[in-house]
């Protein structure tokens, strides 16, 4: 189930898939989004407080639900109850939903004092930098990754 309250949040989620390179797209298509409303008055969530940033929690902050619960397999929700930083928040949202269908399995470095937190904010802040077009030079392990996720590492077809 999506629900998606505000022309703010459509308007910013189109914007991110724009942003976001065909092939990566396909592979978070099954992301469900929960936007512009308070996912524990919908009864969706409890209350949980995000260690990582004082003073927030479910109610107020951007986050992804991972779709593999430990009895279940659900789809993965994207949770944005404000309208904040909304495109950046919603590519950074889908790198979680890609690393989850990558089985967590890729370790990137951090690129922002955020994703230094966690090998998971990690790998989302890679994804959404690269996607804003940001280009490590000295990462080539990186770069090289994302490429190939999008496809732009196989030559182009000569005739
Ligand atoms: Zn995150």
Do not use: K
Request: net charge negative; with cysteine.
């Amino acid at each position: 189930m999506s629900r998606i309250i505000g022309q703010e949040f459509t308007d910013a989620l189109q914007e991110a898939h724009r942003m976001i390179p065909a092939p990566i797209l396909a592979r978070v298509a099954h992301a469900q989004y929960f936007c512009g409303s308070d996912p524990v008055s919908a009864g969706l969530e409890d209350e949980t407080r995000f260690d990582l940033i004082p003073g927030e929690t479910s109610r107020t902050w951007p986050h992804t639900l991972y779709g593999r619960h430990s009895t279940t397999v659900v789809a993965p929700r994207i949770v944005h109850p404000n309208p904040l930083w909304t495109v950046a928040m919603f590519v950074h949202e889908l790198g979680h939903v890609l690393d989850e269908a990558l089985d967590f399995e890729i370790n990137l470095n951090p690129v922002t004092e955020y994703a230094m937190n966690n090998r998971r904010e990690a790998f989302a802040e890679s994804f959404m930098w690269w996607c804003f077009g940001q280009v490590w030079d000295h990462d080539a392990y990186a770069l090289g990754f994302w490429e190939r996720m999008s496809g732009q590492d196989i030559p182009a077809e000569r005739h």
